[in-house]
């Protein structure tokens, strides 16, 4: 998938997403703050200026969030990002126009006036499908260079003893060439591999 589809599926179809920011004390905040919009610039949503949210988004100027989607944990596809925001106002009116139901919650032109529109322009993620068999995810990135710390590998070390496949939740590790080998797409990132290795030849990210 292109980062750009997975940023039009949070806002599409998970639509509403727990965000946390940190406070003056380096504490972190949580808040249900609903993404609006995504092209490829970014993701975007709106906050009044008025709020303890608005001013922990401008002097930070990064935020992290969820969204699920799912009738239930073994149906549900999850999509987390991490980046930097900032503050776009001119972008408020699409955000307006995209999401009617704002008219229900700042109904008037004057209340509108407390309203800011960010961008999350520079961003990090994961998209992680539990409905599928094996479990499916991926890593995406915009903006920034893709990071891989958490995930793990086998080093040139592996001497193909097989004790790894053994233990994989997922069954995402293959032996080929005498070699054990991580379908990342597919990995849990639970360590199991990394605990059983009698040669320690998986390595951690």
């Known amino acids: 998938m ?24 380096g504490l972190p905040v949580t ?46 596809v999850a999509v987390s990002l991490r ?8 972008v408020l009116p699409a955000l307006l126009d995209r999401n009617p139901y704002m008219d229900e919650i700042y ?36 903006g920034v260079k893709p990071s891989l710390l958490g995930t793990y590998y086998i080093t040139p070390d592996c001497i193909g003893c097989g004790n790894c496949l053994a233990t994989c939740p997922q069954n995402c590790i293959e032996l080929s060439c005498g070699r054990a080998y991580i379908l990342q797409q597919h990995c849990l990132h639970c360590g199991n591999c990394y605990e059983v290795c009698p040669h320690g030849a998986v390595a951690k990210r």
């Open 107 to 142: 109904p008037t032109a004057a209340a509108k006036q407390a309203l800011t529109a960010f961008c999350i322009y520079q961003g990090e993620g994961e998209y992680f499908d539990l409905s599928r068999r094996p479990i499916y995810r991926e890593s995406f990135a915009y």
């Open 31 to 76: 808040a249900a703050i609903d993404m609006m919009m995504a092209d490829e610039d970014g993701v975007y949503f709106l906050t009044a200026k008025g709020k303890p949210f608005y001013d922990r988004l401008t002097r930070r100027g990064f935020v992290a969030l969820t969204g699920v989607k799912g009738e239930d944990t073994m149906r549900s």
């Open 2 to 25: 292109e980062y750009i589809d997975i940023l039009r599926y949070l806002v599409d179809d998970i639509h509403t997403t727990v965000v946390a920011t940190l406070d003056d004390q």
């Open 83 to 90: 980046g930097k925001v900032k503050e776009v106002p001119e």
